[in-house]
Every structure is written in C-alpha cells, then in structure tokens.
C-alpha cells in the first residue's frame, strides 16, 4: 500500500488496494493501523457492489442499522446517503460527528460515491484530537468534567433529514433520541483525548441550562472548525472515505444545487463514550 497525506492534522489516502476482493488479515490490521492514525481514510476508483462493500464493513467492524432511514432492501446497515435535482438541503449538511445522541454511538462510518454532481459536494474532516490539544490548560481542566447532552431533535440536523426521512424515513423511529457522554473523550484503542461534542447535536452541558451552555458551546463549535484541523476531500465515482466517528467531525458542504449526488452508507457498532 502507498499512504499519501492530505493534510497536517487528518487525513489519508491509500492507493494500491483493491477493496473489491478478499483482503489478508495483515492487510486488514495494516488499513486499520493508517486509519487510527489519520482519523479518515480513502481510496479512489471502487468498483463495488452492494455486497462487496458490506464485505469490507464487515472486515473492519459490525455494521449496524441507522435510526432514521431505511437501508437498501437487501442490505439494510447501507443507506442512501443522497440529494435530489429539485431538493436544496443536503442530508446532514452541518459539522457533526454521526448519531452522537445514542447511548453507543457508531465507532466509525464509511461513504462510497455512487452519483456525483459536476462540481462541489465535497466532505470537510476535523481531527478532534488536534483541537482538544490545541485547548489551553485552563480550559481542558474546566472540560474534563463535563458532560454534553446530544439530542436528535436539533433544528439544524433535524431539518437536514427532512427529504430523506419523507421518501426513505423508518416506521419504528423514535421522534427523539437523547443521550449525555463526556466532553472531552479518550480513544479506546489509541489512548488520544479529543473534545466529543459537535453542533449539529451537542444542546448544552449536563447540569446546566441551554442558555448557559450556549457561549462556552459556541466558542468550541467555532474552535472545532479551525482550518489547521481539517482536510477536504473532493469525490469520484468509487471514492471510498473511512472515518472514525470518535475523534473526528465532517461536514458535507452543500454547494451543488439542481444536480444529483448519491452515496452509499455504512456505520459501524461502537462503545459507549468515556
């Protein structure tokens, strides 16, 4: 495999791999040493079916079912991640980190290009772990004991899932999904501290009120989104992105108006956050 970084703080691509057939374990432990290291990972030109694609969700982890939509009739843990012609609010169209109002929120999450526009729509990645060490003293004392609570009824990212939901949406969904988890969380399999809250989710501080929470949480939002944290990444068709959901943030930029753009989507099980 060649490693190509993207960027100082995040981000890789891996060439040389072809996705599309049975992987070695040592091949496997090799992906997965980069992607700890990198936070997000990609590779280009994926010739994928539906079921090649859960076999390489299944060589990196447990694939599981998202809350909201439905997946594809034969594989339900794949969702259209997807934004029409005539529809002007991309699907999760915000800085966030996936589903962080569960109780055990997915440890990672992988996204196929299937349907591309001419232009735009591309992904934006932070590394958490950057911006925490980049906190004062000061501050990281203050964080490390609290608590954010995540809810999945935030106007913003509510609003994002409006299409998706009316032509796609679950029957069995919950209108509301809340769930607190640290602040400031360490990565249980490299150790790294990161800030574990985001905008699109994170309402306030456990013990104190929105109105109170609301200058210290918009300074982080603000600091999360610093531009020496981040990478960008511009897809094709079979462009494959690996995140992992527990130190990273993304941001699908939603800049490609009257054209279509569909991807393919996979969330990985994951422990409750410490």
Same mark, same amino acid.
């Given at each position: 495999?060649?490693?190509?970084?993207?960027?100082? $703080?995040?981000?890789?691509?891996?060439?040389?791999?072809d996705?599309?057939?049975?992987?070695?374990?040592?091949?496997?432990?090799?992906? /997965?040493?980069?992607?700890? @290291?990198? #936070?997000?990972?990609?590779? /280009? *030109?994926?010739?994928?079916? !539906?079921r090649? &694609?859960?076999?390489?969700?299944?060589?990196?982890?447990? !694939?599981?079912?998202?809350?909201? +939509?439905?997946?594809?009739?034969?594989?339900?843990?794949?969702?259209?991640?997807?934004?029409?012609e005539h529809?002007?609010?991309n699907? #999760? #169209?915000?800085? =966030?980190?996936?589903? $962080?109002y569960?109780?055990? !929120?997915?440890?990672?999450?992988?996204?196929?290009?299937?349907?591309?526009?001419?232009y735009?729509?591309?992904?934006?990645?932070?590394?958490?772990?950057?911006?925490?060490?980049?906190?004062?003293d000061?501050?990281?004392?203050?964080?490390?004991?609290?608590r954010g609570?995540? %809810?999945? $009824?935030?106007?913003?990212?509510?609003?994002s899932?409006?299409?998706?939901?009316?032509?796609?949406?679950?029957?069995?969904a919950?209108?509301?999904? +809340?769930?607190?988890?640290? +602040? +400031?969380?360490?990565?249980? @399999?490299?150790?790294?501290?990161?800030?574990?809250?985001? %905008?699109? =989710?994170?309402?306030r501080?456990?013990?104190?009120t929105?109105?109170?929470?609301?200058?210290l949480?918009?300074?982080?939002?603000?600091h999360?989104?610093?531009?020496? &944290?981040?990478?960008?990444f511009?897809?094709?068709? #079979?462009?494959? $992105?690996?995140? *992992?959901?527990?130190?990273?943030?993304?941001?699908?930029?939603n800049?490609? =108006?009257? &054209?279509?753009?569909?991807?393919?989507?996979?969330?990985l099980?994951?422990?409750?956050?410490?």
């Amino acid at each position: 495999m060649e490693i190509v970084r993207i960027a100082g $703080a995040v981000g890789a691509e891996i060439h040389d791999v072809d996705l599309a057939q049975p992987l070695a374990p040592s091949t496997v432990s090799a992906i /997965r040493a980069v992607w700890l @290291e990198h #936070g997000v990972i990609f590779f /280009r *030109d994926q010739k994928l079916d !539906p079921r090649q &694609f859960m076999d390489f969700a299944l060589a990196m982890g447990t !694939p599981i079912e998202y809350p909201f +939509v439905r997946g594809l009739p034969d594989f339900p843990q794949i969702i259209e991640v997807k934004k029409l012609e005539h529809e002007r609010t991309n699907f #999760g #169209g915000m800085w =966030h980190t996936d589903t $962080a109002y569960l109780e055990c !929120p997915p440890s990672a999450t992988m996204l196929l290009a299937r349907e591309l526009p001419p232009y735009g729509g591309d992904t934006e990645f932070s590394s958490m772990a950057a911006a925490y060490d980049a906190l004062s003293d000061g501050l990281k004392a203050t964080l490390s004991g609290l608590r954010g609570v995540n %809810s999945s $009824a935030k106007a913003d990212v509510t609003k994002s899932r409006e299409d998706r939901i009316a032509s796609d949406g679950r029957a069995d969904a919950r209108k509301q999904y +809340v769930s607190e988890h640290p +602040v +400031v969380r360490t990565h249980p @399999e490299t150790g790294r501290k990161s800030l574990y809250i985001n %905008s699109g =989710h994170t309402v306030r501080f456990a013990g104190w009120t929105e109105e109170e929470s609301q200058p210290l949480l918009s300074f982080l939002f603000h600091h999360q989104q610093r531009a020496e &944290f981040t990478c960008r990444f511009a897809w094709r068709p #079979g462009s494959l $992105a690996l995140w *992992d959901n527990r130190c990273t943030l993304h941001n699908p930029v939603n800049d490609y =108006h009257g &054209f279509r753009r569909i991807m393919h989507r996979i969330t990985l099980a994951g422990d409750r956050p410490r």
